[in-house]
């Protein structure tokens, strides 16, 4: 297989050398891999048919749905018979699973067009989406002639991501943002190619997801939000977390939930407070309790519960923060008792009895364990754990979870946290000693960026950017800081570096405002940044 994949990529690419190197008329992002520009044009239209193999009927439909949505076009679902009455074919093919698993990266595809033919090939489901989705991504972009008809300037592409793991962490626990804006999120991550959602969903100002077990999580913990602590509960029930799950699903994004522990738990304190471990006077009943068995149990089955909704098989566990609330630790009786009979002597070690006692829950439901890098100096097991690299003031936690062997996940504050400002002018959002996350920064992050020195057998698995939602209210200023940075997060995770260029990617960039537009999206326009007032908290 690797060799007729090989065979197909010299015969498209020969004739110019496997690296094209003027992309005039691609307007893809992220920027395919290698990509050939053929001088024909293709035309979308109601008379086009999309032919797929069988096994790829469920892909065929989204195209179809997809383009309809985007171009107004209807094309039609055939099987090859009648060619006659169609002008030109979109053909979606599967070709046999490698026996050498792992050679060719699971989510590769090629595209091949031509005045008739849009030839969509891959090893993998995953592979045939993103095809499709470069295809969506043309014909949103290309001219529009006639009635309902697209010209799409025909390119041949090889195309592969970087990394595995593209992310976008979302924080609804601050302020919540609802059902439609998250599917307009997972509309946009699929657009761009990225394939993990990280759902904050619980945190101090509120608990977001319902559970049956305790339902007071929802209806007690929902209560408020970041700005105001009286806002009527807002969570999301089960039935739509499953609707959204289904939503990503369909769009090759998984969804992983973050249920934050021992501390970022004052909310499902509110609701359950024979659970709290206290605070600070900063944080009050900022943890969970680790010296009482009870805390575990309802712990666990909420766990449960979270498991049986999400199929990811991974569950964030947070594991972040908790020194700024554990005061309370010292003087609780149960805490202290628990310490002197496991020959405890400092509160770190408190935490990641805690940290292990729970990742031995979800380990028993066979899901992995994530956690921010905190959990570098735990020793939960390797195998079982992914830490996410968020403190960029700390290249040692990185490099401490990569010499132990852990996956990491970099999303480092600067330039991954997108409640960072992104341009000097811009009052509300964060920084940290004056920096801030700009649009080339988050650009041309990759692994290099972080000054660690990688073991050989270092296991990167990819890059996320983080939404946190203290100073983000509205669904507006949720936009604003999102767009246009998710489109160089997702060229960062997507695009070898000797392919990537700030100047292209920018004149691309400016094509895509007017998809940005269609969609109602109010953007950060960083070529007229006087023409975009940045929205109030
Ligand atoms: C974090 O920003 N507390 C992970």
């Given at each position: 297989m690797k060799e007729h994949l090989l065979f197909i990529v010299v015969t498209l690419f020969s004739s110019i050398g496997l690296?094209?190197?003027?992309?005039?008329k691609c307007r893809l992002i992220p920027l395919p891999q290698k990509i050939e520009e053929v001088n024909a044009v293709f035309k979308l239209a109601d008379k086009t048919e999309i032919i797929s193999e069988s096994g790829l009927a469920e892909q065929a439909f989204y195209l179809q749905k997809e383009l309809l949505r985007y171009t107004g076009i209807s094309t039609a679902i055939g099987t090859s018979k009648d060619l006659k009455s169609y002008s030109t074919r979109i053909i979606l093919k599967l070709t046999p699973q490698s026996k050498n698993k792992g050679v060719v990266n699971e989510e590769s595809y090629f595209m091949k067009m031509n005045a008739d033919e849009c030839v969509i090939e891959a090893e993998t489901h995953k592979g045939i989406f993103y095809g499709i989705v470069s295809l969506i991504q043309l014909a949103r972009l290309s001219e529009k002639t006639g009635n309902r008809v697209v010209e799409i300037d025909c390119l041949n592409i090889f195309d592969e991501p970087l990394y595995a793991w593209r992310g976008l962490m979302l924080d609804e626990s601050r302020h919540f943002f609802g059902k439609e804006k998250v599917k307009q999120l997972l509309d946009w991550m699929a657009m761009y190619k990225l394939n993990r959602f990280h759902w904050h969903l619980t945190d101090t100002p509120g608990w977001r997801i319902e559970i049956k077990g305790y339902p007071k999580l929802g209806y007690i913990g929902g209560i408020g939000n970041h700005t105001c602590p009286y806002t009527k509960a807002e969570f999301y029930t089960q039935d739509e977390i499953k609707e959204i799950i289904r939503y990503a699903k369909e769009r090759n994004i998984e969804v992983i939930p973050e249920i934050d522990m021992p501390g970022h738990a004052a909310a499902a304190n509110r609701a359950y407070p024979e659970f709290s471990g206290g605070g600070s006077e900063r944080y009050p009943d900022f943890t969970f309790n680790p010296g009482k068995d009870s805390v575990y149990t309802f712990l666990t089955r909420v766990l449960k519960e979270v498991d049986a909704l999400f199929p990811s098989q991974i569950i964030h566990l947070g594991g972040d923060e908790v020194h700024f609330g554990n005061e309370n630790w010292k003087s609780d009786r149960s805490i202290q008792a628990l310490m002197k009979k496991e020959n405890m002597t400092d509160l770190k070690e408190v935490e990641n009895y805690f940290l292990k006692r729970m990742a031995d829950s979800v380990i028993v439901m066979n899901n992995k364990i994530a956690a921010w890098d905190?959990?570098?100096?735990?020793?939960?097991?390797t195998d079982k754990t992914l830490v996410f690299f968020w403190r960029h003031d700390k290249p040692s936690q990185l490099q401490k979870a990569v010499d132990k062997g852990f996956p990491v996940v970099l999303c480092p504050?600067?330039?991954?946290?997108?409640?960072?400002?992104?341009?000097?002018?811009?009052?509300q959002g964060r920084t940290w000693s004056g920096d801030y996350s700009s649009l080339d920064k988050v650009y041309a992050f990759?692994?290099?960026?972080?000054?660690v020195s990688y073991p050989?057998?270092?296991?990167?698995l990819g890059i996320q950017a983080n939404v946190w939602a203290e100073t983000i209210v509205t669904p507006q200023r949720l936009d604003f800081m999102l767009f246009p940075r998710i489109a160089a997060l997702a060229e960062a995770g997507w695009t070898e570096e000797g392919n990537k260029n700030f100047d292209g990617f920018n004149k691309r960039l400016s094509k895509h405002l007017k998809l940005y537009e269609e969609d109602n999206i109010y953007y950060y326009d960083p070529f007229s940044p006087q023409n975009t007032c940045e929205p109030v908290k």
């Amino acid at each position: 297989m690797k060799e007729h994949l090989l065979f197909i990529v010299v015969t498209l690419f020969s004739s110019i050398g496997l690296i094209a190197q003027d992309y005039a008329k691609c307007r893809l992002i992220p920027l395919p891999q290698k990509i050939e520009e053929v001088n024909a044009v293709f035309k979308l239209a109601d008379k086009t048919e999309i032919i797929s193999e069988s096994g790829l009927a469920e892909q065929a439909f989204y195209l179809q749905k997809e383009l309809l949505r985007y171009t107004g076009i209807s094309t039609a679902i055939g099987t090859s018979k009648d060619l006659k009455s169609y002008s030109t074919r979109i053909i979606l093919k599967l070709t046999p699973q490698s026996k050498n698993k792992g050679v060719v990266n699971e989510e590769s595809y090629f595209m091949k067009m031509n005045a008739d033919e849009c030839v969509i090939e891959a090893e993998t489901h995953k592979g045939i989406f993103y095809g499709i989705v470069s295809l969506i991504q043309l014909a949103r972009l290309s001219e529009k002639t006639g009635n309902r008809v697209v010209e799409i300037d025909c390119l041949n592409i090889f195309d592969e991501p970087l990394y595995a793991w593209r992310g976008l962490m979302l924080d609804e626990s601050r302020h919540f943002f609802g059902k439609e804006k998250v599917k307009q999120l997972l509309d946009w991550m699929a657009m761009y190619k990225l394939n993990r959602f990280h759902w904050h969903l619980t945190d101090t100002p509120g608990w977001r997801i319902e559970i049956k077990g305790y339902p007071k999580l929802g209806y007690i913990g929902g209560i408020g939000n970041h700005t105001c602590p009286y806002t009527k509960a807002e969570f999301y029930t089960q039935d739509e977390i499953k609707e959204i799950i289904r939503y990503a699903k369909e769009r090759n994004i998984e969804v992983i939930p973050e249920i934050d522990m021992p501390g970022h738990a004052a909310a499902a304190n509110r609701a359950y407070p024979e659970f709290s471990g206290g605070g600070s006077e900063r944080y009050p009943d900022f943890t969970f309790n680790p010296g009482k068995d009870s805390v575990y149990t309802f712990l666990t089955r909420v766990l449960k519960e979270v498991d049986a909704l999400f199929p990811s098989q991974i569950i964030h566990l947070g594991g972040d923060e908790v020194h700024f609330g554990n005061e309370n630790w010292k003087s609780d009786r149960s805490i202290q008792a628990l310490m002197k009979k496991e020959n405890m002597t400092d509160l770190k070690e408190v935490e990641n009895y805690f940290l292990k006692r729970m990742a031995d829950s979800v380990i028993v439901m066979n899901n992995k364990i994530a956690a921010w890098d905190e959990v570098a100096e735990s020793d939960l097991p390797t195998d079982k754990t992914l830490v996410f690299f968020w403190r960029h003031d700390k290249p040692s936690q990185l490099q401490k979870a990569v010499d132990k062997g852990f996956p990491v996940v970099l999303c480092p504050r600067i330039p991954l946290y997108f409640d960072f400002i992104q341009d000097a002018s811009h009052k509300q959002g964060r920084t940290w000693s004056g920096d801030y996350s700009s649009l080339d920064k988050v650009y041309a992050f990759n692994h290099k960026s972080v000054p660690v020195s990688y073991p050989a057998n270092a296991n990167i698995l990819g890059i996320q950017a983080n939404v946190w939602a203290e100073t983000i209210v509205t669904p507006q200023r949720l936009d604003f800081m999102l767009f246009p940075r998710i489109a160089a997060l997702a060229e960062a995770g997507w695009t070898e570096e000797g392919n990537k260029n700030f100047d292209g990617f920018n004149k691309r960039l400016s094509k895509h405002l007017k998809l940005y537009e269609e969609d109602n999206i109010y953007y950060y326009d960083p070529f007229s940044p006087q023409n975009t007032c940045e929205p109030v908290k």
